[in-house]
């Protein structure tokens, strides 16, 4: 599967869509980057005046890339071409290190810790462009293709 | 292993990953994982694997379906130790 292909699969579309490309993937683990826009609408208001990107968006880009974008990649033998993957977030647990503003492209690595019974568990890093870690924790979700 | 001490070793199991509070309490061999205990389908499978470990046996798709309340759980467990 290409990851042009898995990015097209993804349930997402602007303004929520937080995934600029796939560097690499495997049945291991997966590493994307995503560059934050200046006109992305949450900085309006976080915070009033001074935009800074807030964590449950990096959250939600660490989840697209390192939980959707993996397990879509992990259940192409299941996706045919009508079928879309049914996800659903269930825990995560993260750490914050560093702010992103505006602009700022972020790299997410994410390795699988298990895949079982549709629950895939990934322990996910993000990293700006000067390669300093934002953010890592371990997020859980649900993922099945819909026509199984 | 008696009933009883696997009853005891599941509740162990479970006891993270449930809702509600007084169905633990009065767990029992119908107890329903999660019409009765409101675990989601993230933690079953959290279930599922501690059981694994726990028990040091290998749980398959079919055996996760059926495995909806602690009768079955129990009933899949000790056939996997005599297998």
Do not use: W
């Not at chain 1, 309006?44 to 974008?69: D, R, S, Y």
């Not at chain 1, 071409?81 to 659903?88: G, L, N, T, V, W």
């Not at chain 1, 298990?114 to 649900?142: D, P, Q, T």
């Amino acid at each position: 599967m290409k990851t042009d292909q898995i990015i097209l699969l993804l349930p997402y579309q602007k303004p929520f869509l937080f995934v600029d490309g796939i560097d690499a993937i495997s049945e291991k683990g997966i590493s994307g980057h995503y560059t934050f826009k200046e006109d992305e609408s949450f900085y309006q208001g976080h915070f009033k005046g001074n935009p800074i990107t807030p964590g449950v968006i990096l959250t939600e880009c660490m989840a697209q890339i390192g939980l959707v974008c993996l397990g879509i990649y992990l259940l192409k033998n299941e996706l045919k071409e009508e079928s879309k993957p049914q996800i659903a977030l269930t825990s995560y647990q993260m750490d914050f290190y560093l702010p992103v503003l505006p602009n700022e492209k972020v790299t997410v690595i994410s390795e699988k810790e298990v895949f079982r019974f549709n629950k895939l568990k990934c322990k996910v890093k993000m990293h700006n462009e000067k390669g300093e870690l934002v953010a890592r924790g371990l997020i859980s979700g649900m993922m099945k293709s819909t026509n199984t | 292993m008696t009933n009883e001490e696997l009853i005891v070793k599941l509740k162990a199991i479970v006891a993270p990953y449930i809702q509600d509070e007084a169905a633990f309490k009065t767990l029992n061999e119908d107890t329903d994982f999660v019409k009765d205990l409101k675990v989601n389908s993230a933690n079953l499978v959290d279930i599922i694997l501690d059981i694994e470990d726990e028990f040091d046996i290998r749980l398959e798709n079919e055996d996760m379906e059926q495995m909806l309340d602690v009768k079955s759980a129990m009933a899949i467990v000790t056939s996997k130790l005599n297998a």
